[in-house]
């Protein structure tokens, strides 16, 4: 079955980077588009970014957009968020996604927090 | 961007009753090339993540119990609960898929029991 880890979250200053990975494993990753989406504690679902099958297309959210980076290693069955000049308000679950064969979110990861705090 | 708004924000149901969710997207999700709505619900149990409920606005993801249906079309969509059970307490929220990037969320719906 499909399984989506992911791994990286923690407690970190802002300004600071993160990265985030996710382990996936019970399907062809190669084949397959992957996001990540993000949830702030309590609130709701937020879309962060997206990366075709191969890595050849790839699009950020504008509150991420030049701070994020979304990338994947086929080799590895695994995907990447690398999170540079973090800020108070990106705190939240960062989750994985698989894409299905259009663009909503078929299976879901466990997520990992992450919180930026001084 | 396509705005995503849901009603109620919250319910109570009674266990057996029906319950009944509000999607509505501020422009058509309906592409008339093939009559497809490309409109998705997702249902978050406490501490767990989301998980696909339908796509297609009515298309029930495999293992989905059938006391679950989605309806609608063009701005307007509704997840219907038929009987509520207790393991169906969550939010849940409606995703267009239409016009992407990006992709966005209803603000979720609050289901509890009465």
């Known amino acids: 079955q499909v399984q989506l880890v992911e791994s990286g979250g923690g407690v970190v200053q802002p300004g600071r980077s993160l990265r985030l990975s996710c382990a996936a494993s019970g399907f062809t990753f190669s084949r397959y588009g992957m996001y990540w989406v993000r949830q702030t504690p309590g609130k709701g679902l937020d879309w962060v970014a997206v990366?075709?099958?191969?890595?050849?297309?790839?699009y950020y959210a504008d509150s991420v957009k030049g701070r994020f980076t979304i990338s994947r290693d086929n080799s590895k069955n695994t995907l990447y968020l690398q999170m540079n000049s973090l800020r108070v308000e990106d705190t939240a679950v960062y989750y994985c996604?698989?894409?299905?064969?259009?663009?909503?979110?078929?299976?879901w990861g466990q997520g990992t927090l992450v919180t930026v705090s001084s | 961007d396509i705005v995503m708004t849901q009603s109620p924000d919250s319910l109570a149901v009674s266990l057996g009753e029906r319950a009944t969710i509000n999607c509505k997207s501020s422009q058509s999700v309906l592409d008339r090339s093939n009559n497809n709505n490309y409109l998705a619900w997702y249902q978050q149990r406490p501490g767990q993540p989301p998980k696909l409920l339908i796509s297609?606005?009515?298309t029930r993801e495999s293992g989905v119990p059938d006391r679950f249906s989605g309806s609608g079309s063009g701005t307007d969509f509704t997840l219907t609960i038929s009987s509520l059970q207790a393991e169906d307490v969550a939010v849940y929220y409606c995703?267009?898929?239409?016009?992407?990037?990006?992709?966005?969320f209803g603000q979720g719906t609050k289901l509890e029991i009465k």
């Open positions: 990366i075709s099958y191969d890595g050849s297309k790839i």
């Open positions: 297609w606005a009515s």
């Open positions: 995703q267009q898929y239409y016009s992407i990037p990006p992709y966005t």
């Open positions: 996604a698989k894409r299905a064969g259009y663009d909503f979110f078929h299976y």
